[in-house]
């Protein structure tokens, strides 16, 4: 059992690229949660979604888009990198809304 | 808006030592509580968890309690160790989709 797995665990990008992060879960649940995490600002949903198909804004989605195709599936795009989206990125999941979280291990964004 | 005060922001404490983090949160609805445990470089970890019908959990050498009339609630650490050096974080929920994390206590723990 896997749990939460987060693709890449790294990655640079130059201001203006575009990348994807994947996010894959094997436990069946049905809540998936992107947070990004800041020094001294803890954790910020910035997508989610309660289902295979949905998704939803959080606090700070500005700059990103999500995607659920599959139910194991949770995808978080930018479009255009900046430089404030310097981040470490975290997945989650959840088996209901009042629950805890599963995190996956989190990817490391520089954008220079 | 919402939004859950932790303190302190850091801790430092003898090996064996005792350790309480506290919480207080502002949407009287929120019903569950869990709180994360997340080592340096590594994802958070769910530690323990309460929902609002119960005053005390336990498991081991941690507890949280609640009082929801105060609207706080707080993680006790005993017998501290070592490896229980790490940033916790708690949250609260009411049910929606949103967690609304505090923004974490960095725990030193002295040998």
């Given amino acids: 059992n896997a749990g939460v797995t987060q693709t890449p665990k790294f990655r640079v990008l130059k201001t203006g690229q575009s990348m994807t992060l994947l996010c894959a879960q094997d436990m069946n649940h049905e809540y998936m949660y992107w947070y990004r995490q800041d020094p001294g600002m803890g954790l910020r949903l910035i997508h989610y979604s309660v289902g295979e198909g949905t998704t939803a804004k959080g606090e700070v989605p500005d700059g990103y888009n999500v995607s659920r195709l599959k139910k194991q599936n949770f995808l978080l795009g930018l479009e255009s990198a900046a430089p404030s989206q310097t981040s470490v990125y975290f997945c989650a999941s959840s088996k209901d809304r009042v629950y805890g979280y599963t995190f996956g291990s989190g990817t490391r964004l520089t954008v220079v | ?111």
């Fill in chain 2, 1 to 111: 808006g919402e939004n859950v005060e932790q303190h302190p922001s850091t801790l430092s404490v003898q090996e064996g030592d005792s350790a309480v983090i506290k919480c207080t949160y502002s949407d009287s609805a929120s019903n569950y509580f869990p709180w994360y445990k997340q080592e340096l470089g590594k994802r958070p970890q769910l530690i323990i968890d309460i929902r609002s019908n119960v005053g005390e959990k336990k498991d081991q050498r941690i507890a949280v309690t609640l009082n929801k009339t105060a609207k706080h609630f707080s993680l006790h650490i005993t017998e501290t160790q070592p490896e229980d050096s790490a940033v916790y974080f708690c949250a609260a929920t009411s049910g929606t989709y949103k967690y609304i994390f505090g923004t974490g206590t960095r725990l030193k723990v002295l040998a």
